[in-house]
Each structure stands twice: as C-alpha cells, then as structure tokens.
C-alpha cells in the first residue's frame, strides 16, 4: 500500500478555507485517496474519495495532482466543529479491508 | 443517514471476565469491522465481517472472538479480558465492492479493564 505523508498539524481561522495537503508519492494506478476525520471523543467519519479527478461533495472537495502524488482536501468554510483529526488513506482492489489510519492532521480552526 | 450504534459508551470490566460489545448497523451493510484505538498506534483492525456467520481475522485477532448471526448485528467478545484489552473499541460497517472503503463508524466504546 502506498505510504501517505501529512502534516502534524494545521491551523485556519473560522469562515476561511481549510486546505489540508497529502503526499502519497508511490500510489499506483488502481489505489485510491480517501479522507476521513475524527472529531474528539468520537468514530472516525467517511468525508470523501477520488481516483484522478476532482471530487466535491456537501462536506468538501478533493483536488488530486496530474500526476496523482498529492492531494489536497479543502474545507471550503470552515467552522469550529470542522476542528478534528483528518487522515488521508490511500486504498485500492488488493489493500485488504482495514482502514491504515496514520498519525493524521490535526486541524484546530479559531474563532 | 447510516447509523452504527454500539452499546456502551463506557464499560468498566474486572480481569477475567467475559465482555460482550455490541454493533448494530441500519443500512443493510454486508461488511462490518471491529477496530481498536490506542494512542500512538491509531486503529488496528481486531476482525472483519463479510457476511452473515462469515468473519475474519484482521491484525490482532488474539483474545477476541466475534459472532454475526444476523446482518445488522455484530459482537466482538473478549473471552476473558485483560489489562491489555483497556482501549477504545470502534464498530464500522460498509457496503461491498467499491464502496467497501466508505466506512461508517459507530461513537465508540471505552473499556476499561481493572
């Protein structure tokens, strides 16, 4: 499975946009990105998931490069209870079925 | 919206005894996992579930055992629970194929085993 790199942790002011990076330089070409957070004390929720091309949905947008080695997911408005662990994991057809959370984002937006 | 609840949301436990926690599922999902959560070492697959009366072993198998007999419902069970076992257990369901990375977690149970 391809290894995914994340920064420890990120700020963003409220009403501003998140845009939380993620390299995953050695992802082959049937593996997906998927996103996940964990706000505290509670599961770890689905948010979304692309191959090559962009992804929005209610939640947020995933920008993918050309060259697939990096995303960015972006929380367009962020509020207060956006401020959460996001974990990018990268997936595909013979990853098994276990979620490889890593260590994750911390993402603490500010008033 | 898909809902995964689990029993407890606090269960505090005496070594040695048998500890049964429960994970219902409203989406018709077929797959379902029980993870665990520890600081420092993020979410480790304990067993998985495909089917009804189907399961296997995910990455820490020892000392847990699972049961499935209808779909909505899944159990993992500590057959006789040690300190070691003190950790945050996580219920997921998802559905089959391509969406079996969407998955859908439950709040949580804390043990604590004393």
């Known amino acids: 499975d391809a290894k995914t790199t994340q920064p420890?942790?990120?700020d963003c002011a409220e009403g501003r946009a998140a845009?939380?990076?993620?390299?995953?330089s050695t992802i082959s070409g049937n593996e997906y990105v998927y996103w996940y957070r964990q706000i505290h004390?509670?599961?770890?929720?689905?948010?979304?998931?692309?191959?090559k091309n962009n992804e929005t949905n209610e939640?947020?947008?995933l920008i993918i490069t050309e060259d697939r080695k990096s995303s960015t997911l972006i929380l367009?408005?962020?509020t207060l209870r956006d401020t959460a662990v996001y974990y990018c994991i990268v997936r595909g057809a013979n990853s098994g079925y276990a979620l490889n959370f890593g260590k994750g984002t911390s993402l603490l937006v500010t008033p | 919206d898909v809902k995964v609840t689990q029993s407890s949301r606090y269960l505090v436990k005496r070594t040695g005894e048998k500890v049964f926690l429960e994970c219902v599922q409203d989406m018709d999902h077929e797959n379902m996992f029980w993870y665990r959560q520890d600081p420092g070492l993020g979410l480790r697959l304990i067993y998985f579930s495909y089917d009804v009366k189907m399961k296997e072993k995910g990455d820490i198998p020892e000392g847990y055992s699972v049961s499935r007999e209808k779909k909505e419902r899944f159990s993992l069970i500590l057959e006789s629970a040690s300190t070691n076992q003190t950790s945050m257990y996580l219920c997921a369901s998802s559905p089959t194929g391509q969406?079996?990375?969407?998955?859908?977690?439950?709040?949580?149970?804390r043990l604590t085993v004393t």
């Open chain 1, 8 to 10: 420890p942790s990120m």
């Open chain 1, 19 to 24: 845009n939380l990076p993620c390299n995953h």
């Open chain 1, 41 to 51: 004390s509670q599961g770890p929720q689905y948010i979304i998931h692309g191959l």
């Open chain 1, 59 to 61: 939640m947020a947008s």
């Open chain 1, 76 to 78: 367009p408005h962020a």
């Open chain 2, 99 to 109: 969406k079996a990375y969407e998955q859908y977690f439950g709040p949580g149970t």
